[in-house]
């Protein structure tokens, strides 16, 4: 385990607790063991600094006194932040998101994974490749030359923007053949449901009970990256198709979703989504909070059905109330069937058949009920057109209302 002093700025007391010891299970996911942990309470960060000047004088006597040359902040910095600090201290300095991107890059085993890993980093790096000072002097100049030349850093950022693009064009290929197999699927009426929470949530290991894919579940923040799609036979004999996803994280920086955005994409192309839940969880309602942001941003239109895994781990009484809504053990496969008669229910809902009539005036709305309804029968009658309509019991009584009102 590699040794550092950590660092937090508080600026919601509220939510301190939460951030600090999911912060911490990163830093264990790393392999970075806190020897010791400076907090400074602030409004906001410093803009040159982050942290105070006191508290940054602080900050190196604490790393003074353990012998460490590794600073981990429980934060965001800016590039400036990190190189004055860096400068200052005379030690590394990396925060939150490098942290988060050193754990991608250990747990990234498929070729796209990998891609999209570097893809962020070079993200995260490209800004902060400055302060390399007299090192890096001028080339050119003299004689011979076109003008004074380029710097060793320019020549460095232009060789990142360049390999940024090769990767987002790799991704996008990538992308376009998963887009292929995807029209596919839906060509032939196969569903596909993504299965989304925040990391460490049990996504995998519920992939693993309802398919049995032997996908690799850790008790791990991020332990998988790579999506992996398999089949599951609904009791019906319908077919549809699971797939997992990278977990959220609140606050999840912006440069991994913009590289793990073709991951993401599966979210827009399912039919139903998994949400699911750490229900053992202390800090359930915010980790569920922070994913259903995520969703939102997203734009999701399609059914959500929130599935609080770990009930095991609760006791008994625990009821978990709403309409698409089960409590699980993934693990043990405590009420594993329910879920499967939740998910059949809604993407394969009972339908019901109606006879009713539509008066004459309301005779315009026909073309409408034949958009969203089977009409088995029309039967002009002297009062009205009788009609007989099939669909899921939801939908003919919502459609019916609004053609009948």
Known sequence: MEKAVVAFLIQDGKKFSYQKEEFLA?????GIEPQAIVIQKLNWP??????????IQEIKEVLKSHGLNLLVVGGDLTPTQAKNLEDYLQVTVIDRTQVILEIFAEHAHSHEGKI???????????????GLGQVLSRLGGGIGTRGPGETKLEILRRAIRKRIADLRRELKEIEQNREVKRSRRLEVGVPIIAIVGYTNAGKSTLLNA??????????KLFATLDPTVRKLILPTGQKVLLTDTVGFIEDMPALI????????EVVYEASLILHVVDAASPYREEQEAAVEKILK???VTVPVITVYNKIDLLPAATLFLGKRTVGISAKSGENIENLIKLIQNTLFPPEITVEVVLPYPRTGNLEFLKEHLKIEMLDFLPEGIK???????????????????
């Open 387 to 405: 009609i007989k309509v099939t669909g899921p019991k939801e939908k003919v009584n919502k459609y019916l209302r609004r053609a009948l009102v």
């Open 210 to 219: 309802l398919t049995g894919a032997g996908v690799l579940a850790e008790d």
């Open 116 to 130: 999209q890993v570097e893809l962020a980093r070079l993200l995260y790096n490209l800004p902060r490749i400055t």
């Open 46 to 55: 410093i803009p040159a600094t982050y942290f105070g000047y006191g508290k």
């Open 257 to 264: 979703i913009e590289a793990f955005k073709s991951t993401l």
């Open 26 to 30: 990163l830093l264990k996911t790393r």
């Open 297 to 299: 941003e997203m734009k």
